[in-house]
């Protein structure tokens, strides 16, 4: 079935450390993305990338990265300068369909900093 | 004055009754408007979206956009418990491939059986 996948569900940080976030796809999307929900806050753009090789800052970018080296893939890193990284993480790909039908969420990463 | 504005809630209400989400926004340039449907713990789906202004039904579910105003609408009819979910507005400038969307806060929705 295509869709998209995210990995872990569940992640666990401590103070200082950077983790990495997957976001696979199978559906042949060129456009990804990466939200950021918070509890009252809605989902907020962290970055985006409409084709390999190349990405955007979206609205909250500083203390993250991202790299787009295959189609597929467009890993999130959380670094130590982020300062609150509690949240949950939705990846999100585009392509294909007219308007919205396109656009496809991941179920999400749950990230906890302990 | 946020893109998006919508009231967070929570919103609860019995078993049948008619539901009213909605959500208003300060950018003309949006075209596209959508709602979107989260559990908890899962991500987003796309549960209606409207092109321009303009109503649109689906079942029980009706959304209306009112471009003069800025604001759009989504009506639940009989709503069941298992409509109980977040409610999040977005919306958009085009339409075509690679856009970015513009989320509303969502309203946390519970239908009491």
Known sequence: DGGITQSPKYLFRKEGQNVTLSCEQNLNHDAMYWYRQDPGQGLRLIYYSQIVNDFQKGDIAEGYSVSREKKESFPLTVTSAQKNPTAFYLCASQGGGVGPNGYTFGSGTRLTVV | ?113
């Open chain 2, 1 to 113: 004055q946020k893109e998006v504005e919508q009231d967070p809630g929570p919103l609860s209400v019995p078993e049948g009754a008619i539901v009213s989400l909605n959500c208003t926004y300060s950018n003309s340039a949006f075209q596209y408007f959508m709602w979107y449907r989260q559990y908890s713990r899962k991500g987003p789906e796309l549960l209606m979206y409207t092109y321009s202004s303009g109503n649109k039904e689906d079942g029980r579910f009706t959304a209306q956009v009112d471009k003069s105003s800025k604001y759009i609408s989504l009506f639940i009819r009989d709503s069941q418990p298992s409509d109980s979910a977040t409610y999040l507005c977005a919306m958009s400038r085009s339409g075509g491939s690679n856009y970015k969307l513009t989320f509303g806060k969502g309203t946390l929705l519970t239908v009491n059986p």
